[in-house]
């Protein structure tokens, strides 16, 4: 990891870096930071310079992973058995061909695959930042700094830009001006000029790069079309202000992932890869909309902005009353905890509501909840073990306390559906209480399918639910039509729209205890 653990993650608002410190937001270092309540992990820093290496060693080492580097994707065509493609690899010219069941455009903001198919974005630019890089040993000590890893520049002109460091043991820095206007290029930039309005001072740095891009606040039109689909900065373009759009991204490719190894793997149903864009894109604009709420929080500040960098009492009080104001409004975009892992899917065709009322979605604070569509909240179970490591393979049904109902209901109805599910006795009181429900089915990304305290008698209808068999009233799928399923085997039938009983009739009415002799849980697939 290229910040050393020592290093303190601060965030520091400054006329230069080194003229006047107006506010400061204390992060610990890596090495003193404790895991919080909701994770077993802590927060971690890292470069996509570094992170992009890690990510492909990975990728490697899975044997049915081939990664294709300077490889670009020329066309392909869709119909509705597959997909095939023509790509070329750039250096040698060599074209080559591929079939595919599926194609999954993760190819950024201007996309070659959203737009064969005609796919629009909705939303706006928001404007035309430059990054500059740069080396400068000693930076922090030559502007009488302590270690902080964020500077925010705030003077005459108002919030600006912002000095980050991306290296601290090789004093690797950018300097990001928030927008330089849309007719400049990177040839173009006075580097110097920026360089010296950061810092206060002129400063001699080796410098390492530049690029000119385009802030957008933007959300696709449609996530898929037939067997084709799309995630990441194909779908959803936003600010970084917020830090969201990696972790938006890798949320697409988790919910997506699942899905399609569930329909290739013959579990999966049609309405299962309908659900993506039903869960996904709320996601997407939620979090676009506060990432472009956080950024236009750098543009509202201009009372008293003349007197900020006087040496003078009212020099002082300014830089008092506004580094508190910093702090608290522009500060909103390192304190998104919510924001990050408190999304939920309401409304999911493959999950099944229990009538809990959903909780406030605030972007500071998360609420750990197993309601259905939450990510299941996390817990110790023992040393170094979390409920997590639970999740990820398949379905699994907690057993919320010893004398929980018996599951066997919906084992046998996974199990004769090939749906990947094991059973988990679970008596951490942590647990229980976090849970509520004494039986709580985990989807294969984490998030809850469904919950209650006995065993519905139509177990089976659950199970083909949260598989995307069987679609609740009124939901249509996209691109398939409706009142038609595909089943496990593969043989296509009419069914109308179904409701699931117990949506139908009250609790009381469906949900019986099963009986006592337990059946094993089928092996996962």
């Not at 404790?34 to 990510?55: A, K, N």
């Not at 008698?457 to 069987?470: F, K, N, S």
Request: hydrophobic share 35%; net charge neutral.
């Amino acid at each position: 990891m290229p910040v050393p653990p020592d290093y303190p993650l601060d965030v520091a608002f400054v006329t230069t870096l080194s003229g006047h410190e107006i506010g400061r937001m204390p992060r610990p270092p890596r090495m003193s930071e404790q895991p919080e309540p909701h994770s077993p992990t802590r927060l971690q820093v890292c470069s996509q310079m570094w992170f992009d290496p890690i990510l492909q060693r990975f990728a490697r080492r899975f044997p049915h992973v081939r990664l294709h580097y300077r490889t670009r994707l020329e066309s392909f065509v869709a119909s509705e058995n597959g997909v095939s493609a023509k790509v070329v690899e750039i250096e040698s010219s060599q074209r080559g061909h591929i079939e595919a069941d599926y194609i999954v455009g993760c190819d950024g903001a201007n996309s070659m695959v959203r737009r064969s198919l005609s796919i629009g974005l909705d939303g706006k630019t928001l404007g035309h930042p430059v990054h500059l890089y740069f080396r400068a040993p000693n930076l922090l000590e030559m502007c009488g700094r302590k270690p902080t890893t964020f500077f925010i520049t705030v003077d005459r002109g108002g919030v600006w830009s912002n000095v980050r460091v991306i290296d601290p043991v090789n004093a690797m820095w950018r300097l990001m001006v928030l927008d330089a206007g849309s007719a400049l290029d990177a040839e173009a930039v006075d580097r110097e000029a920026y360089l010296r309005r950061a810092v206060g001072r002129p400063l001699k740095v080796e410098w390492l790069g530049t690029s000119v891009w385009t802030r957008r606040s933007v959300v696709s039109q449609r996530y898929a079309k037939g067997r084709v689909f799309l995630a990441g900065d194909a779908v959803h373009q936003l600010s970084p202000t917020g830090a969201l759009g990696m972790n938006t991204g890798i949320g697409d490719a988790v919910d997506l992932g699942w899905k399609l190894a569930a329909v290739l793997a013959g579990w999966g149903d049609t309405d299962l890869l309908s659900s993506y864009e039903i869960e996904r894109r709320p996601i997407g604009m939620r979090n676009v909309g506060m990432a472009t709420e956080f950024y236009r929080d750098h543009q509202k500040w201009d009372d008293d902005l003349a007197f900020i960098e006087d040496d003078s009492a009212v020099g002082a009080e300014v830089r008092r009353r506004m580094g508190e104001a910093l702090v608290r409004d522009i500060g909103r975009m390192f304190r998104t905890i919510g924001l990050q892992i408190g999304y939920r899917y309401e409304n999911s065709p493959i999950c099944i509501p229990d009538g809990t009322p959903p909780y406030p979605d605030d972007p500071e604070i998360f609420v750990p909840s197993a309601r259905p569509g939450s990510r299941a909240p996390h817990v110790w179970l023992s040393e170094n073990r979390s409920i997590f490591d639970l999740y990820g393979r398949g379905f699994v049904l907690l057993r919320l306390g010893a004398d929980a109902p018996d599951g066997s209901r919906l084992e046998t109805a996974a199990a004769q559906r090939r749906v990947p599910l094991k059973t988990v006795t679970v008596t951490d009181r942590e647990a229980i209480q976090l849970y509520e429900k004494q039986l709580v089915l985990v989807r294969p990304d984490g998030h809850v399918a469904w919950r209650g305290d006995t065993t519905p008698l139509d177990a089976a209808t659950v199970i083909d639910r949260v598989r995307g068999a069987q679609r609740p009233s009124g939901f249509h799928t996209l691109g398939i039509p409706s009142g038609t399923t595909t089943s496990a085997n593969g043989t296509t039938r009419t069914s109308g729209d179904v409701r699931l009983e117990s949506e139908k009739r009250s609790r009381a009415d469906i949900e019986q205890t099963s009986p006592n002799d337990r059946s094993r849980p089928p092996k996962r697939t």
